[in-house]
């Protein structure tokens, strides 16, 4: 069993920053995909970011179109840690963030809410106009 504890959300102006972190109890968190997920009110909830496993060289990542080149997935083996940078929000951004985690595949990534194993709590965001 993996826990998952997200932190880092609040409250922010358009334009502005935040950088969310979800610390992770799995004692091979190395060996796990990690994705970010996130869920606006009375919407389903959707692919932001996900990054591979470490056991495959570069930690490839993939973004959902509407965060590219404004958010920034990365991975801290030695914390057990994943984060998100998000830069340039925008009061759309605004959603509960949920950090997943999924068993390795080979190199793949995951983009899909079903295809994780392990989820988080979730971590309010809201951006103001």
């Known amino acids: 069993q993996v826990q998952l504890v997200e932190s880092g959300g609040g409250l922010v102006q358009a334009g502005g920053s935040l950088r969310l972190s979800c610390a992770a109890s799995?004692?091979?968190?190395?060996?796990?995909?990690m994705g970010w997920f996130g869920q606006a009110p009375g919407k389903e909830r959707e692919f932001v970011a996900a990054i591979a496993s470490s056991a495959w060289s570069g930690s490839r990542s993939s973004y959902a179109d509407s965060v590219k080149g404004r958010f920034t997935i990365s991975r801290d083996n030695a914390k057990n840690t994943v984060y998100l940078q998000m830069n340039s929000l925008k009061p759309e951004d605004t959603a509960v963030y949920y950090c997943?985690?999924?068993?390795?595949?080979?190199?793949?990534?995951?983009?899909?809410?079903?295809?994780?194993?392990?989820w988080g709590q979730g971590t309010q965001v809201t951006v103001s106009s």
């Open positions: 799995a004692r091979t968190f190395s060996s796990y995909v």
């Open positions: 997943a985690a999924a068993i390795s595949r080979g190199s793949s990534l995951f983009l899909t809410p079903r295809e994780y194993d392990y």
